[in-house]
């Protein structure tokens, strides 16, 4: 099992930043991919970035590319989402996630685990 806790969601202005994090406790963490997906109030859940096992491969969704960096620290068990350039369409709960598998994914099903979320909110 891996239990996973995000935090440093909240609100921000439009242009602004956040920066999310993400605490994995519980079987080996480093020998797993990590996500992190959102979902957008009366949407679907839909991936937001990946990064592999090692931190040496990540994947971006085309809506944050270039304003979003996924992280992480294996000796701290933690996976991060610095997010820059906010816009309103980047509101949504983020979810982060954990899957038995060493390759960053873009597809919700491979990840075994999930975190409660954490809402972000842009204002305009």
Do not use: H
């Not at 996973?4 to 993400?22: F, I």
């Not at 982060?96 to 972000?120: L, M």
Request: glycine residues 10%; proline residues 4%; contains cysteine.
């Amino acid at each position: 099992q891996v239990q996973l806790v995000e935090s440093g969601g909240g609100l921000v202005q439009a242009g602004g930043s956040l920066r999310l994090s993400c605490a994995a406790s519980g079987r080996t963490f480093s020998n797993a991919a990590m996500a992190w997906f959102r979902q957008p109030p009366g949407k679907e859940r839909e991936f937001v970035a990946a990064i592999s096992w090692s931190g040496g491969s990540t994947r971006y969704a085309d809506s944050v590319e270039g304003r979003f960096m996924i992280s992480r620290d294996n000796d701290k068990n933690t996976v991060s989402l610095q997010m820059n350039s906010l816009k309103p369409d980047d509101t949504a709960v983020y979810y982060c996630a954990a899957r038995s598998g060493p390759r960053a994914v873009v597809t919700a099903a491979p990840y075994d685990y999930w975190g409660q979320g954490t809402q972000v909110t842009v204002s305009s």
